[in-house]
């Protein structure tokens, strides 16, 4: 395990805290690693029209592209319930950028697992735009 991935994972773990959960109370964190060591974090954010409601990693990412970040190296994912793997929407946002994603989850930093985003969404979607 890279020490750098459980650093990420403890930064995923901080930030949670941050989440508004006011239904779910499942709080969680995301810290997400472009190719050239800048760090984006995110929460999931619920709302009361719960179709509004944005995950943790879509926050994280979505931060970064607005910064004009494409390139990403690695995802980590902490919750209060658990491991906690990246939902359907989020696998196939994610897999628009970075098909190789290193994505890290766990119970805590002692237990993570790597895995690559190509393995979580097997063949997926993603139109060639040249």
Wanted: charged share 25%.
């Amino acid at each position: 395990m890279k020490g750098e991935y459980k650093d990420l994972y403890r930064k995923a773990d901080a930030v949670k805290k941050n989440a508004y959960t006011p239904f779910s109370h499942f709080q969680v964190g995301a810290a997400l690693l472009a190719k050239d060591g800048t760090l984006f974090t995110g929460v999931n954010i619920e709302n009361s029209s719960y179709g509004a409601t944005i995950c943790a990693e879509r926050t994280a990412f979505v931060k970064a592209i607005s910064e004009g970040y494409r390139d990403f190296q690695a995802i980590a994912i902490s919750s209060s319930g658990g491991e906690a793997l990246p939902c359907g929407i989020c696998r196939q946002f994610m897999y628009e950028f970075s098909p190789e994603l290193d994505v890290i989850t766990g119970k805590d930093e002692n237990s993570l697992r790597v895995q690559p985003l190509s393995r979580l969404l097997p063949e997926g979607f993603r139109l060639e735009t040249e």
